[in-house]
């Protein structure tokens, strides 16, 4: 069935209907119910606060790879707990799904510990890790996460793609009732997503994100989705990238797993590695020293210029306006999205008015 028509304008839907249908989507692919629908809405919440890159527009790429099989629709997740630290066998599973397991487990786990550690073999693509951050955060716990991914950095003069981009986001509590403090980045200058989604786009990409792939500078997005990504800070950046490489790929490394170096062509990662670091800042501070002391802070650093905004504003900005007025996309991500429903013969949801 060809893909139904879309209109050239911005159409809004219904993040619930969005939600529900995604799920639907994901579950024709052999996802079951409710690992369909907390994947619907780490997604959802992705695209509500800004990450389109990490939201619906990866639905098709992840479908891709549970049909190849490079993701499993139905994993068995192992938890080898050591006291503090616990080793994740992750089976393929969707990062989506793996990544709300370990949150979930985690909460419960830190109500009467202060520190845990978790390193993570074969997992999918994690998608936009300030949301898992962000969840464990809403629950009252600080959190550090990094995913190793193929090489894609390079500098000039650079002959191949060196090292990860290695994406890592850190999320903290503020004071009860208050936007958690959130951050959410890659070591490139630019998220690969980004040069993804121009490229799919026919849209160029600013000077100084991309190298071509003779390692020449370029603002042809698909030139640059064949080469290097450039670091964010040149060489600090490569330094960060070399840090997460050390906690998300060394620790978990296990001898019979060689890690991936080409990166997919389809965007969406194979079986990687990645880590998770929780604090309970309850049980490490004094009392309410902690919320005391973050409520201070910000508000010094809100007081500091017009401008100033705490990371993780903007995204709530984003995510309550969304809730309520509903999503669009692009004409290009809307008419692939409707083509999935088609294909798995679910009707996309009806735009709001």
């Not at 999503?327 to 429903?341: D, Q, Y």
């Not at 088609?342 to 709001?352: E, S, T, V």
Request: glycine share 12%.
């Amino acid at each position: 069935m060809s893909p139904s028509p879309v209109d050239a304008s911005a159409n809004r839907y219904s993040t619930d209907a969005l939600t529900a249908w995604a799920a639907q989507v994901l579950q024709s692919a052999g996802v079951p119910g409710g690992d369909a629908v907390a994947t619907a809405e780490i997604l959802l919440r992705s695209d509500m606060r800004g990450i389109g890159t990490h939201g619906m527009a990866r639905l098709k790429s992840y479908l891709e790879r549970l049909e190849a099989g490079d993701f499993n629709a139905k994993p068995n997740i192992a938890i080898d707990r050591r006291g503090s630290v616990w080793m994740v066998d992750a089976d393929g599973a969707l990062g989506q799904v793996l990544g709300r397991r370990i949150v979930d487990a985690a909460s419960e786990a830190l109500s009467q510990e202060a520190i845990l550690w978790v390193s993570v073999r074969e997992t999918g693509h994690l998608g936009a890790l300030g949301i898992f951050a962000l969840e464990a955060a809403e629950r009252g716990l600080i959190c550090f996460l990094g995913q190793r991914v193929p090489p894609l950095l390079g500098l000039q003069g650079f002959h191949r793609r060196a090292l990860g981009h290695n994406p890592f986001a850190f999320a903290a509590p503020a004071a009860d009732g208050a936007t958690p403090f959130v951050i959410d980045m890659a070591c490139s200058v630019a998220a690969r997503g980004h040069i993804l989604l121009a490229a799919r786009n026919g849209a160029p990409i600013p000077d100084g994100w991309a190298l071509d792939p003779d390692g020449e500078p370029t603002t042809d997005s698909r030139a640059a989705a064949d080469g290097l990504l450039l670091p964010t800070g040149g060489y600090k950046g490569m330094a960060l990238a070399m840090m997460i490489e050390c906690l998300a790929a060394a620790l978990p490394a296990h001898p019979d797993i060689k890690p991936v170096m080409e990166f997919p062509s389809a965007g969406a990662l194979p079986r990687q590695s990645a880590f998770f670091l929780f604090l309970n800042p309850k049980l490490i501070g004094q009392g309410d020293a902690y919320a005391g002391y973050m409520s201070h802070w910000m508000d010094f650093y809100r007081e500091s210029g017009d401008s100033a905004r705490i990371p993780g504003e903007r995204g709530e900005d984003g995510e309550r306006a969304a809730r309520t007025r509903g999503l669009s996309f692009s004409p290009t991500i809307e008419n692939e999205l409707r083509a999935l429903g088609d294909k798995a013969g679910i009707a996309f949801p009806g735009r709001l008015p």
